[in-house]
Nanobody
Framework: QVQLVESGGGLVQAGNSLRLSCAAS????????MGWFRQAPGKEREFVAS????????MYADSVKGRFTISRDNAKNTVFLQMNSLKPEDTAVYYC????????????????WGPGTQVTVSS
């Protein structure tokens, strides 16, 4: 059974940092592109960042570019999202997703999703 489990969310003040992790049981992990998405109350789920299965490229939403960094450790079947200079508008439930032999910003293209982790940024 495929599982994606996010961790690392919480409540932080604006300007601070958080690091999200997503442990994936997809096999082999090295053939899955990974993405981070988020959904704020009353809004649609939106793309945040993506990394291909090779780990040699990255893609970001304009709203997080320069502040967030996506990375992966294929030996540990884990993808990370380092979030710096957090803003109140970053408050959302953050989801990781896996896409076999693909990556990118299209929500509907992903095969598996985690349950999400809450990130709340206070002003």
């Amino acid at each position: 059974q495929v599982q994606l489990v996010e961790s690392g969310g919480g409540l932080v003040q604006a300007g601070n940092s958080l690091r999200l992790s997503c442990a994936a049981s997809v096999r082999p992990f090295s053939t899955y592109g990974m993405g981070w998405f988020r959904q704020a109350p009353g809004k649609e789920r939106e793309f945040v960042a993506s990394i291909p299965w090779t780990g040699d490229n990255t893609m970001y939403a304009d709203s997080v570019k320069g502040r967030f960094t996506i990375s992966r450790d294929n030996a540990k079947n884990t993808v990370f999202l380092q979030m710096n200079s957090l803003k109140p508008e970053d408050t959302a439930v953050y989801y990781c997703a896996a896409r076999r032999l693909g990556w990118g910003r299209l929500t509907q293209a992903y095969d598996y999703w985690g349950p999400g982790t809450q990130v709340t940024v206070s002003s």
